[in-house]
């Protein structure tokens, strides 16, 4: 006895779906991968390089605060205190350093409620 044809069934290839599969899954992952890599990219590019301006700035006006106290004082720090100047600088970049810190802390702290 012959089975016609519209009674058989009908057996469909996988390669299709796995296909399909493989591809959605390429997608998925270059969108949840490689946009935030290149975001992460783009902020540490940014971040260094505003990084090193602001030291380069700090640095400055540290050595122009040196200089104004080593050369508009007159005799104050002449003789024996010629280090005063420089014990003076050391000490206020120390301290506008902490104060930097401390204020780059108590926001991240507050930013992630710890």
Request: hydrophobic content about 45%; proline content about 4%.
């Amino acid at each position: 006895m012959k089975i016609p044809t519209w009674f058989r069934p009908t057996v469909k290839s996988f390669r299709p779906d796995f296909q399909e599969i493989v591809d959605e899954s390429k997608t998925y992952l270059l969108a949840q991968t490689l946009a935030p890599m290149k975001d992460l990219g783009r902020t540490l590019i940014f971040g260094l390089s505003g990084s090193i301006i602001a030291a380069l700035g700090y640095v400055l006006c540290l050595i122009g605060l040196l200089r104004t106290l080593q050369t508009e004082t007159g005799s104050t720090f002449a003789g024996t205190w010629t280090f005063a100047p420089y014990l003076l600088v050391t000490a206020a970049g120390l301290l506008a350093g902490a104060v930097v810190i401390t204020l780059g802390l108590h926001r991240y702290r507050k930013r992630a409620n710890i």
